[in-house]
């Protein structure tokens, strides 16, 4: 299985992007998994952002609730991050994975999609 974010893109502050997440290779029904978002921000290390549970539970780093909304399209077994209000320390390379994040588990994290946010 092979995790895709996309939608990453250059915004002024307080800007949004919407960013998503979709699978490929084998069958991976995202439905029934916990996913998450995290990012990476240039020398520094990946941190989680959100989260979705199989329930539709959500949790977010306290740096971004109430600005990011994470959720599911069951039906196009997709993940999205809805980013409104961005600012510059928003700015970094964006990715989604099971979570929590395991070696033992989780997928190749690949290339991400970056996030640039200008101030």
């Known amino acids: 299985v092979q995790l895709q974010a996309s939608g990453g893109g250059l915004v002024q502050a307080g800007g949004s992007l919407r960013l998503s997440c979709s699978a490929s290779?084998?069958?991976?029904?995202?439905?029934?998994?916990?996913m998450g978002w995290y990012r990476q921000a240039p020398g520094k290390q990946r941190d989680f952002v959100a989260a979705?549970?199989?329930?539709?539970?959500?949790r977010y780093a306290d740096s971004v609730r109430g600005r990011f909304a994470i959720a599911r399209d069951s039906a196009r077994n997709r993940v999205y991050l809805q980013m409104n209000s961005l600012k510059p320390e928003d700015t970094a390379v964006y990715y989604c994975?099971?979570?929590?994040?395991?070696?033992?588990?989780?997928?190749?994290w690949g290339q991400g999609t970056l996030v640039t946010v200008s101030s």
């Open positions: 994975n099971l979570h929590p994040p395991d070696p033992r588990t989780s997928f190749d």
């Open positions: 979705i549970t199989g329930d539709a539970d959500t």
């Open positions: 290779g084998d069958i991976f029904n995202m439905n029934v998994n916990t």
